[in-house]
C-alpha cells in the first residue's frame, strides 16, 4: 500500500524511498447522472452550472491545495 502524504504525515514519518512517489490528486464527483442534464438548464444560469465552473476553474489553478 503506498500512502499519500496526507495520511502519513504527523503519524509515521516518510521514508526516503518513497518521498518522491508519494503524492494525490484531487477528485470531484458528482454521483448523480441527472448533473450533465441539469448544466444547460435556465440557458446554464443555475446552482449546478456554477458549482460545476467553481470547481473546474479551481482545478485549472497551478497552485496546490492547501
Not at 57 to 63: A, D, G, P, T
Request: proline letters at 3%.
Amino acid at each position: 500500500m503506498i500512502y499519500v502524504i496526507e495520511e502519513m504525515e504527523g503519524h509515521i514519518p516518510i521514508p526516503e524511498e518513497y518521498a518522491a512517489k508519494v503524492g494525490a490528486e484531487a477528485v470531484f464527483t458528482v454521483g448523480s447522472m441527472a448533473w450533465c442534464g441539469s448544466l444547460a438548464h435556465n440557458n446554464y444560469q443555475n446552482n449546478v452550472a456554477r458549482l460545476a465552473d467553481n470547481v473546474l476553474r479551481r482545478f485549472l489553478k497551478r497552485e496546490g491545495f492547501q
